[in-house]
Structure formats: structure tokens, C-alpha cells
């Protein structure tokens, strides 16, 4: 019996690991959801906050479940990788910054340059950890019959596992049905219960979340750091950090264009440096070491449009009744200008 328990087990994983690389949901979580849909129940899990929930009880949201996607990517993080990454030996790769600071050394006959610009790898891997979480999270939310999500907690994380940097990449949100939105897909959002209610009433609604990333290096040699003995900015880090933002950013926007989308509210950004060195043979003999910045910059937003049909209701105006009868009325003078006293 434990034999074909274990048996049937690992038949299980095995399965659920095909349908995660196929995109799709491990079974084990397809059948949770199921069985709370198929019960009829109204009983609910949420990350909402109690003034969460009642604000968006109040606006006529009904939340449904707490739903969520998680993603784990290897990355060459660790020290030794990043120096074997960045020491590659890449002719004609090099930045307008770097060149300046080889201070005139020929380097034209084939010889190497230390890697400066994007890290393609590195950048898609941010990338990719966050797109697969926010996607799982929105297959759940697809299977309760969602509108959409909010309340959205997001956890990003690096293990140490098998000699190699993990990226962990995890958000939990709370699916929400409302009344008025026809979707053919939930919309996801990082958006607070009080906010989406505020965007909803003011004619404005969640097209989903907008994602950029890159990793950057740009790098200088040693000696233009080590042999000046007064205070300097590191040209070189400057222009790696403006890079890798301008990068993201280009990223985020032609995804909000992707999404149809009027702009971004919300915006969670995260950026943190990494440094390495590296030693390049630049001309015949002459061997220069790099100091290396190495910047990831990330970038996350709830993209907004406007509701279709959408008929702003003007707001009451507050109307002043004074009550004649009462003694000391009749004394009110209204012709009065200034305040009363």
C-alpha cells in the first residue's frame, strides 16, 4: 500500500512539474479551487484589510478568494560568476564611458574590452520570475470567476541553494468580482481596497500590473580611482544606474501600451548594486583591471484607463437651512458682511 502511495505521489509532482512548464496550473491547486467553487459557499480568504473590506463591500465588490503565483529562477549572481560574466572578452563592446577611462590606450587589433551595457541574462531573468508569478495569480483568480485582484502582497527573495543564487518571486492577492465589469480575463493590480474603489468611482479602472527590469554594468580601471587623492564622482556608476533606470523604464512603458492603458498609478520601484572586478588585455602586454558596477532595476505599476460609458455623477452641494422660529433668529442680521459674531 505505502508503495503505491508514493507511487501515485510522485506521479503527482511529476505531472504538476510538466504543467507549470507548459504554463498551466499544478493540478493540486486546479482541484482546491474547484471544490470552493463548486461548493456553493460564500466563505472567503483575503489579504484585505477590515477598512479594505468594507470599503469595497461598500462600492458593491465582492471578494472571492485569496489567490497567488510564485516563481523560483537561478541566477549567476553569486561573486563568481559575475566576475567570470563581466570578464568575458567582448571586441568592440564598450561604453563612451569606459573609453575615457582607458585613457588612450589603443585597443583595436582584436584585443578584448571588459562587457559594458545590458546584461541580457540577468535582465530576463528579473523579468521572467515576476511575469510567471503575476500570471499564476491570475489563472487562479480566473478560475473562481474573477474580475479581477487587489490587495496585492509582493516578496521577492535570493536563496543560496546548490551552490548557485535562487530568485524567489512570490505575490498573494485577494480575487474580486464586480458588478459592472464585463473582462474575458481578470485584470491584476497593486492596488490597496480604498484605492480601487477611489479609481472605480472617479471613471477609471485597472488594466493590469506593468512590468520593466534591467541589469546594467558600466565600469572604470583601478588607477583612475586609486591614484587621485581627492574627492571625485565615479562617472562611470553614475552613467550605469541613469542606464539601467532609462532601460526599465522603456520596458514598463511599452508595456502599458501593450495594455491599452491612459498611465501608471501605484508604482513599486527596486533597484540594488552588485560590484566586480575584472583584468583585460587591452593592447599587446598591457593588461588593465575594471572595477564594475553592476545595477538591477526594477520596476512595477498598476496600468489605469478610463471606463467605457462612464457618466461622472456631480456631487450634491450642501444646502444651509436656519430655523426662524428659534429665539434669537430674528436677531441674525444677513446683509451682514464678515463673520458673525
Known amino acids: 500500500m505505502a508503495d503505491r502511495n508514493d507511487d501515485s505521489s510522485a506521479r503527482r509532482q511529476e505531472e504538476d512539474r510538466i504543467a507549470l512548464e507548459s504554463g498551466d496550473l499544478p493540478q493540486s491547486v486546479k482541484d482546491r479551487l474547484l471544490s470552493q467553487t463548486s461548493s456553493g459557499t460564500r466563505l472567503f480568504s483575503s489579504t484585505l484589510s477590515v477598512k479594505e473590506y468594507l470599503s469595497t463591500r461598500s462600492t458593491g465588490v465582492l471578494p472571492l478568494g485569496q489567490v497567488m503565483g510564485t516563481a523560483f529562477i537561478t541566477m549567476p549572481q553569486d561573486k563568481k560568476a559575475l566576475q567570470q560574466y563581466v570578464g568575458r572578452q567582448n571586441p568592440g563592446l564598450i561604453s563612451s564611458i569606459t573609453a575615457t577611462s582607458l585613457r588612450g590606450l589603443t585597443t583595436s587589433g582584436g584585443y578584448g574590452q571588459p562587457v559594458c551595457g545590458e546584461l541580457d541574462d540577468l535582465t530576463y531573468g528579473r523579468l521572467e520570475a515576476r511575469r510567471l508569478a503575476i500570471t499564476r495569480m491570475a489563472q487562479e483568480a480566473q478560475m473562481l470567476g474573477?474580475?479581477?485582484?487587489?490587495?496585492?502582497?509582493?516578496?521577492?527573495?535570493f536563496h543560496d541553494w546548490g551552490g548557485r543564487r535562487t530568485l524567489e518571486f512570490t505575490v498573494m492577492g485577494t480575487a474580486i468580482r464586480v458588478p459592472e465589469m464585463n473582462r474575458s480575463a481578470p485584470f491584476t493590480s497593486l492596488l490597496t481596497g480604498q484605492e480601487f474603489c477611489q479609481l472605480w468611482n472617479a471613471g477609471f479602472e485597472p488594466m493590469g500590473i506593468a512590468l520593466g527590469a534591467c541589469t546594467y554594468t558600466d565600469c572604470t580601471d583601478t588607477t583612475s580611482i586609486y591614484q587621485r587623492n581627492y574627492n571625485q564622482e565615479v562617472v562611470a556608476?553614475?552613467?550605469?544606474?541613469?542606464?539601467?533606470?532609462?532601460?526599465?523604464?522603456?520596458?514598463?512603458?511599452?508595456d502599458l501600451r501593450k495594455l491599452r492603458a491612459a498611465g501608471a498609478v501605484g508604482?513599486?520601484?527596486?533597484?540594488e548594486f552588485?560590484?566586480?572586478?575584472?583584468e583585460v588585455e587591452v593592447s599587446e602586454g598591457?593588461?588593465?583591471?575594471?572595477?564594475?558596477?553592476i545595477t538591477h532595476f526594477a520596476v512595477m505599476g498598476t496600468a489605469i484607463a478610463r471606463r467605457p460609458g462612464f457618466v461622472n455623477q456631480p456631487k450634491p452641494r450642501p444646502t444651509v437651512v436656519y430655523d426662524l422660529r428659534k429665539a434669537g433668529a430674528a436677531e441674525v442680521d444677513f446683509a451682514q458682511k464678515g463673520p458673525m459674531k
Open 237 to 254: 556608476y553614475t552613467n550605469c544606474f541613469y542606464e539601467a533606470r532609462k532601460q526599465a523604464m522603456t520596458a514598463f512603458m511599452h
Open 267 to 271: 508604482m513599486e520601484i527596486d533597484y
Open 146 to 157: 474573477a474580475s479581477g485582484i487587489i490587495a496585492v502582497r509582493t516578496q521577492k527573495r
Open 286 to 293: 598591457v593588461e588593465v583591471k575594471f572595477l564594475h558596477l
Open 274 to 278: 552588485e560590484d566586480a572586478e575584472s
